[in-house]
T-cell receptor, first 115, second 112 residues
């Protein structure tokens, strides 16, 4: 069974802390994505990666960075967490291009609270 | 910016009834996908319809696509309590390679 695993389901951090959200997929997918989900706003794309060490900005990259050192792992980094980054973070992966037939497989989500 | 917008935002029906939700989008697309999310969980892919298709079925799901109106609908027939979830449409604009964009979703509650 295909699997996307996010390391933490729930995190509580303080303003200014550095936060790492880890995502691992076991499907040998080329493309990986980080979204944040907020009520009434749906999912918004933060960053995506189409290959190891490659990354592309999504719609809301400010305040975030990413790392893709290995094909199976895509990390989201909040350099200095702020309260407006309190959200649900969803990682996803796909083999093909998302726009030409590649369905996304999602992890269970990481709910981050920044105090 | 959101590419797709679902309507209605919320829907409450009884078991056995049909549930219909709509999605409108802004630009030309390659395909449109529908996803489902149970409360507090990740999203699960339901169905994909390509821009040259008008209708597609999968079990109790029926999806239509009208590219001239830039809209799609998802019909769930004979709904069950287990269909209670949020449903999202997602699109990739033809000029936005790889960036699957989601709407805000329709929250569906099916009561026994």
């Amino acid at each position: 069974d295909v699997k996307v695993t996010q390391s933490s389901r729930y995190l509580v951090k303080r303003t200014g802390e550095k936060v790492f959200l880890e995502c691992v997929q076991d499907m040998d997918h080329e493309n990986m994505f980080w979204y944040r989900q907020d009520p009434g706003l749906g999912l918004r794309l933060i960053y995506f990666s189409y290959d190891v060490k490659m990354k592309e900005k999504g719609d809301i990259p400010e305040g975030y960075s990413v790392s893709r050192e290995k094909k199976e792992r895509f990390s989201l980094i909040l350099e200095s967490a702020s309260t407006n980054q309190t959200s649900m973070y969803l990682c996803a992966s796909t083999r093909g291009l998302a726009g030409v037939g590649g369905e996304l497989f999602f992890g269970e989500g990481s709910r981050l609270t920044v105090l | 910016s959101q590419q797709g917008e679902e309507d209605p935002q919320a829907l409450s029906i009884q078991e056995g009834e049909n549930a219909t939700m709509n999605c409108s989008y802004k630009t030309s697309i390659n395909n449109l996908q529908w996803y489902r999310q149970n409360s507090g969980r990740g999203l699960v892919h339901l169905i994909l319809i390509r821009s040259n298709e008008r209708e597609k079925h999968s079990g109790r799901l029926r999806v239509t696509l009208d590219t001239s109106k830039k809209s799609s609908s998802l019909l769930i027939t004979a709904s069950r309590a287990a269909d209670t979830a949020s449903y999202f449409c997602a699109t990739v604009a033809t000029d936005s390679w790889g960036k699957l964009q989601f709407g805000a979703g329709t929250q569906v509650v099916v009561t026994p």
